[in-house]
């Protein structure tokens, strides 16, 4: 059951029982897979695929027959939702998608910035109790509109050697251009490392078990490849005042205890007597549930109802909290946005649930967790981009600041800094 608690400007912390992924010394583990791809290739990814998989494929790639066999046995009304839902999320991410700048000055100086994508990237979609088509579109798309030409997804096969054909369905939408089956910390590997059927990649993006993010922390710190985040459990703020729907709100912050029992539920209302309805709700919805025993755990141990005298009290602790999800649920949300300024998605109003953003509206569902909505940002164009500056100068110009220049690189005791400058400038015409 909910835990219900009164607001008296404690800190947040001692309200909350913030879960995180277990923490097992897995380290040694992973670094031995990593190092076993990376000398044995596909052959220590078809081991560990057996070993953890139960299947040794006798490819690892999935074919283009596959994929459209699989395309072919999706429901109509199933691929019309995922084509709803690809359009969407193209349409918000190109909006993201940034040009470079050239600023030309006067006196023989030109400086500017490019934009560019990365080459390849890497794709995981997870297994294990679900598998998320919506992710696969959330992932990809935005990396197909900033321009990446490789978009290489992972998945673990199941003990049929097969990857689901609602994954291959979603896949094919998205533009993904190769997809092997392999799950775990070896996949990971794989893309670090490049093997003979998997292409080396330049990013990782996409959740997974600590193996897997054990996995993506060490190859980011050796600097093999750049990786999205490391995704904590689910989690589900909504603010909400006495005239909101309990039952509503019991729905949605069931949305996210269903993920996991480490995901987090938290309400934040200015009535304790709609807090005790919202409860109430919430015993109600728990036994229809499919995932029951699950979001039960989730609500029991992690979920909480706090309840705060003012709406803007109510922004406070969420912004100190800094929720993965947060909703707004009253008579005004777009009054309370402006104050708003930790969040990973904001869902404003009554009829606009966390759900949406999962499946079909378009912002991006790959949201930071933990509390790291405070300084990182959703999945998004940025994340497949690279910037790189450069800059041209005529010896004129050069010769008008380069005494500046050398007076850094001296003060610095960088002195072939400053005859790199000197030499120039002392040049014959």
């Known amino acids: 059951m909910i835990r219900i608690i009164r607001y008296e400007s404690q800190p947040v912390e001692t309200l909350l029982n913030r879960a995180s992924a277990p923490q097992k010394d897995v380290t040694e583990t992973v670094a031995d897979i990593l190092a076993q791809v990376k000398a044995r290739g596909d052959a220590a990814v078809l081991d560990y695929c057996e070993k953890f998989d139960g299947t040794r494929p006798q490819s690892l790639l999935v074919t283009q027959e596959e994929i459209e066999q699989a395309y072919a046995a999706i429901e109509p009304e199933l691929l019309a939702t995922m084509e709803l839902a690809a359009a969407n999320i193209a349409r918000f991410h190109t909006q993201q998608k940034r040009s470079g700048f050239i600023d030309a000055k006067e006196d023989g100086v030109v ?52 990857v689901p054909a609602v994954i291959l369905a979603a896949a094919k939408i998205a533009g993904v251009s190769q997809i092997v089956k392999l799950g775990g910390a070896q996949a990971i590997a794989a893309l670090a490392f490049g093997t003979e059927s998997v292409p080396r990649v330049d990013k990782i993006v996409g959740p997974g078990n600590i193996f897997v993010a054990t996995a993506k922390q060490l190859c980011y710190a050796q600097g093999l490849v750049d990786i999205d985040m490391i ?122 649930p966390e759900p949406l953003g999962d499946y079909l509206a378009g912002p991006n569902h790959t949201l930071p967790t933990s509390g790291t909505a405070r300084y990182s940002s959703p999945l998004g164009v940025d994340d497949f981009c690279k910037r790189s500056s450069y800059l041209y100068y005529t010896r004129e110009a050069l010769c008008k600041v380069g005494m500046d220049v050398r007076r850094f690189a001296e003060r610095e005791e960088l002195t072939a800094h400053a005859n790199a400058i000197a030499i120039r400038m002392e040049e014959k015409q």
């Open 231 to 352: 995704a904590g459990p689910s989690e589900i703020l909504v603010i909400a005042d006495a005239a909101s729907n309990p039952a509503h709100i019991a729905a949605d912050l069931l949305s996210q205890a269903e993920h996991d029992k480490l995901s987090a539920a938290w309400l934040v209302t200015t009535s304790e007597a709609f807090a005790v309805q919202v409860r109430t709700e919430l015993e109600r919805q728990l036994p229809l549930l499919s995932r029951e025993s699950i979001a039960r755990e989730s609500i029991d141990s992690n979920g909480r109802a706090i309840v705060v005298p003012d709406l803007t009290t109510a922004v406070a602790v969420a912004n100190a909290i800094a929720p993965e999800h947060l909703e707004v649920s009253t008579d005004d949300p777009f009054a309370l946005l402006p104050l708003i300024e930790n969040a990973g998605s904001v869902f404003l109003g009554r009829y606009c």
């Open 111 to 162: 400086i500017g910035q490019r934009v560019l994508p990365l080459k390849s990237v890497g794709l995981y979609v997870p297994g294990g109790t679900a598998r998320y088509p919506s992710s696969v579109l959330m992932d990809a798309i935005p990396a197909k509109i900033a321009g990446v030409s490789q978009i290489v997804m992972t998945t673990p096969p199941d003990a049929q050697g097969n």
